[in-house]
């Protein structure tokens, strides 16, 4: 290797330096005449390390803790009688685990009626489901959006057709 500026045989530890804004390989004599150059030749080119997103959790204080941000699964009915099925429980046992009258169990799993969130809680509790999930989006406020909403009774008989 030689130096790039008095174009001698660099011996020893060739010495890096910037010289009017070039950076050079010089031998030892020649590297009083820049600065040194204390950074690696081709750093310019390696593109540092993109800083590594943080994921958005939902764990954090921004999770509804309110019960009025959580909503009842669509398909409760489904998930109350499936998992009253799985554990081998009647309506009638189930409705005495959630301390409310068999009528409103049955209603619950036919859809005709919506748990309230104490009890879903107690449901959710009793069947080890899950029947509360949080609120994702906010309501559509303007009249345009709303009339394409279903209606939980279009969700029921939409699952029921397949
Ligand atoms: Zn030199």
Request: with cysteine; glycine share 6%; charged share 35%.
């Given at each position: 290797?030689?130096?790039?500026?008095?174009g001698?045989v660099?011996?020893?530890?060739?010495?890096?330096?910037?010289?009017e804004?070039?950076?050079?390989?010089?031998?030892?004599?020649c590297?009083?005449l820049?600065?040194?150059?204390?950074?690696p030749?081709?750093?310019?080119t390696?593109?540092?390390?993109?800083?590594?997103?943080?994921?958005?959790?939902?764990g954090?204080?921004k999770?509804?803790?309110?019960?009025?941000?959580?909503d009842i699964?669509e398909d409760?009915?489904?998930?109350?009688?499936?998992?009253?099925?799985?554990?081998?429980?009647?309506q009638?046992?189930?409705?005495?685990?959630?301390?409310?009258?068999?009528?409103?169990?049955?209603?619950?799993?036919?859809g005709?009626?919506?748990?309230?969130?104490?009890?879903?809680?107690?449901?959710?509790?009793?069947?080890?489901?899950?029947?509360?999930?949080?609120?994702?989006e906010p309501?559509?406020?303007?009249?345009e959006?709303?009339?394409?909403?279903?209606?939980?009774?279009?969700?029921?008989?939409y699952?029921r057709?397949?």
């Amino acid at each position: 290797m030689n130096c790039e500026v008095c174009g001698s045989v660099i011996h020893g530890t060739p010495k890096r330096i910037v010289l009017e804004g070039t950076r050079l390989v010089v031998c030892s004599e020649c590297s009083i005449l820049g600065e040194p150059d204390l950074k690696p030749q081709f750093e310019s080119t390696v593109k540092p390390k993109p800083a590594i997103a943080q994921p958005i959790r939902f764990g954090s204080s921004k999770l509804p803790k309110d019960f009025e941000e959580l909503d009842i699964v669509e398909d409760f009915p489904e998930r109350i009688r499936d998992a009253r099925e799985k554990i081998g429980m009647t309506q009638k046992d189930l409705a005495k685990m959630v301390k409310e009258r068999l009528s409103i169990i049955q209603k619950l799993e036919v859809g005709k009626m919506v748990p309230d969130m104490r009890l879903a809680r107690m449901l959710e509790h009793a069947l080890k489901i899950k029947l509360l999930t949080p609120r994702s989006e906010p309501k559509v406020e303007d009249v345009e959006g709303a009339e394409y909403e279903l209606t939980l009774g279009d969700i029921i008989q939409y699952r029921r057709k397949d």
